[in-house]
């Protein structure tokens, strides 16, 4: 008898594993922004505005890096799209190793992003298209919690030429393992095979908008993100927080990440929705109680809920999307939101500390993007409960 694990050519293990790493790749620049920021500016001379502009430049090229694999990621081949966007992604970090002018790097990060966000959609998309996505969304932010913490303790002691090599091996591994994962999506007699499998809780059939309003709220989670991680170290160092403890706390705070990963499979049945309003409930509260200002204390407490938070929430909001876009087409762009708002989310932020208003209401701004997220949410979530009773 065949498993209905076995009936999805996405579940396969290698094809699984593939997608998780080049998922971890491309999303690099994003899970180590404090320690990147923080080498701009004491490896380069940038100043704390130019870093925010210069990495955010950096998550908008991922934004629109996923815009053109979603595009096309239904219609060619998509290992073309994986070589097409490593060759970009080495080609821009290996320039950024000869132009190292504000101006120069701006436009180089903008390229690299692009090229990121192009596999990292294929990448994702592999994901969202098992039978069970939560097990491998899942899945993957525990390769998100090892890897963050390695990129955190080791990125701090490398050289900028040395980190932008580093991210050119990574890509160029990606194009290498490529032919481990699909390279077509599922037909339709696949598609119809597949949904049979899943519980019929699980189905939903949801108007248009609704994944597309999901999208919008996974883009306010990624603004409140982006400015809280990209600044988080720089403002703790403005307010007299010791280095050491700084970098020692961003890593161990990374393998809060698998705390986050099995608080998500253990609340997975209270459904989808209650944990993931929760989670954001819970963010808001850890982004904002650093407004008032930061100290040993508090930075430990809200970095290691942030990071079990983040995690926990990606999940669910991940899941969520997959199970009403079971197609895959915007599922693509998943890494598009979540770099769009990670690049809205440190120029934001810029802008208040370039207007000299203080990392205090850089964060209560942070925190309120939570709860635009979290009003969406309840949204969606009404109309899911009152339109697909059984």
């Keep these: 008898m065949i498993k209905p694990f076995e009936k999805n050519k996405f579940d396969r293990w290698p094809s699984i594993g593939v997608a998780i790493f080049m998922a971890l790749v491309g999303y690099t ?70 132009f190292n002018s504000y101006e120069a790097l701006l436009l180089l990060r903008v390229a690299a992003g692009v090229g990121s966000g192009i596999f990292t959609a294929v990448a994702v998309v592999t994901l969202g298209g098992t039978t069970k996505p939560i097990i491998a969304f899942n899945l993957e932010l525990v390769g998100f919690a090892f890897s963050t913490a390695l990129q955190l303790h080791y990125l701090p002691q490398l050289t900028m030429n040395q980190i932008y090599l580093f991210f050119i091996t990574l890509s160029v591994l990606c194009a290498v393992l490529v032919f481990f994962i699909p390279n077509r999506p599922s037909s339709k007699k696949e598609l119809a095979a597949q949904e049979a499998l899943i519980p019929d809780a699980e189905t939903w059939h949801v108007p248009r908008v609704l994944p597309l309003l999901c999208l919008v709220a996974i883009c306010f989670t990624y603004i409140n993100i982006g400015g809280y991680f990209t600044y988080i170290e720089l403002a703790a160092l403005e307010d007299g927080v010791a280095e050491d403890w700084v970098g020692t706390v961003l890593t161990w705070s990374s393998f809060l990440g698998i705390a986050g990963c099995v608080l998500a499979f253990c609340a997975a049945r209270f459904g989808l929705f209650k944990p993931l309003m929760v989670s954001l409930i819970s963010l808001v509260a850890i982004v904002a109680m650093l407004s008032a200002g930061i100290n040993h204390s508090n930075i430990a407490i809200s970095l290691f809920g942030f990071m079990t938070i983040w995690t926990f929430a990606d999940i669910y909001q991940s899941s969520i999307l997959a199970h009403m876009d079971r197609s895959g087409s915007l599922v693509a762009l998943l890494p598009s939101v979540q770099g769009f708002g990670q690049f809205i989310g440190p120029n934001i932020a810029a802008s208040i500390l370039g207007a000299g208003l203080g990392y205090g209401l850089m964060f209560a701004v942070s925190a309120a993007m939570a709860g635009v997220a979290l009003a969406l949410y309840i949204g969606i979530a009404w109309y899911v409960h009152t339109h697909n009773q059984p």
């Design 29 to 98: 620049v994003m899970v180590s922004v404090p320690v990147l920021s923080t080498a701009l500016v004491q490896k380069a001379g940038f100043s704390a505005e130019q870093v925010g502009r210069i990495w955010g430049a950096d998550l908008g090229g991922l934004s629109l890096g996923a815009v053109i694999s979603a595009l096309l990621v239904a219609r060619i081949n998509r290992w073309y799209l994986v070589w097409g966007g490593v060759l970009l992604s080495v080609t821009a970090n290996s320039l950024c190793m000869v």
